[in-house]
């Protein structure tokens, strides 16, 4: 089997488990789009100016090839047309140590990872990538408030296999809810910028047929390989 048949391979088994199994949402959040300090730039169109006037100037983390903060950065370039240095890290840790050394300039990060660095000064956050702004971070704008239609966020679930009964699945459904509700919880979630993502299991099945598809078309109009 060459190269491509894997990949196409792999792919398709992907989508088998995907529609193989229900899923329940849980929690969706944003990443930050944040610089080294030592960046002048202190708002998204600043930038995407300075970018432009010094193409392939500006080093771009990420935690690793097809990680969210990759294709997050790459959909912002490709939606703003600025040419940036994707440098891949092997993990969140090391591209942020980076960052606050100076070595990159600029990541698509996490919120857990990053909003104590954020709110101590050591990185400036210029804006968050979902489409609302972030009660973690309510001063930030959205990325799409600069650059329309840009969103990207970092969802989790919970799946079971498809055959499962669909009283245990209602069961597990209410429960989950519930655990969402309570408003510890969400002021806990809410510390780390994320949100309670309360949909039933046909709601995140469709945002996940929905995700795979924006995302692969991002990762194909790139050629984008996993390591």
């Known amino acids: 089997m060459t190269r491509?048949?894997?990949?196409?391979?792999?792919a398709a088994h992907a989508l088998v488990l995907l529609r193989a199994r229900r899923e329940r949402g849980v929690i969706r959040g944003p990443n930050v789009m944040v610089l080294n300090?030592?960046?002048q730039a202190k708002t998204v169109p600043d930038f995407i100016a300075r970018a432009k006037a010094n193409p392939r100037k500006?080093?771009?983390a990420s935690s690793g090839n097809g990680s969210t903060p990759?294709?997050?950065?790459?959909?912002?370039?490709m939606m703003t047309g600025v040419d940036?240095?994707?440098v891949p890290y092997r993990g969140a840790a090391p591209a942020l140590t980076d960052l606050l050394g100076g070595q990159v300039q600029v990541m698509?990060?996490?919120t857990p990872p990053s909003i104590e660095h954020i709110r101590s000064g050591k990185l400036r956050a210029l804006a968050v990538t979902t489409a609302t702004r972030s009660d973690a971070l309510p001063d930030l704008p959205t990325v799409g408030e600069f650059v329309p239609g840009y969103e990207a966020s970092n969802w989790y679930g919970v799946g079971m296999p498809k055959n499962t009964p669909a009283d245990i699945v209602d069961k597990l459904n209410k429960e989950i809810n519930a655990g969402l509700a309570d408003p510890k919880m969400q002021a806990r979630l809410a510390d780390f910028g994320g949100t309670p993502l309360v949909v039933s299991p046909a709601d995140f099945g469709k945002l996940i047929a929905e995700e795979t598809e924006k995302w692969g078309n991002v990762i194909r109009a790139l050629n984008i390989k996993a390591e």
């Open 4 to 10: 491509s048949h894997r990949e196409h391979t792999d």
């Open 37 to 39: 300090p030592s960046v």
């Open 58 to 60: 500006v080093n771009m």
């Open 70 to 77: 990759h294709v997050a950065g790459e959909l912002f370039k």
């Open 84 to 86: 940036m240095v994707h």
């Open 108 to 110: 698509f990060v996490p």
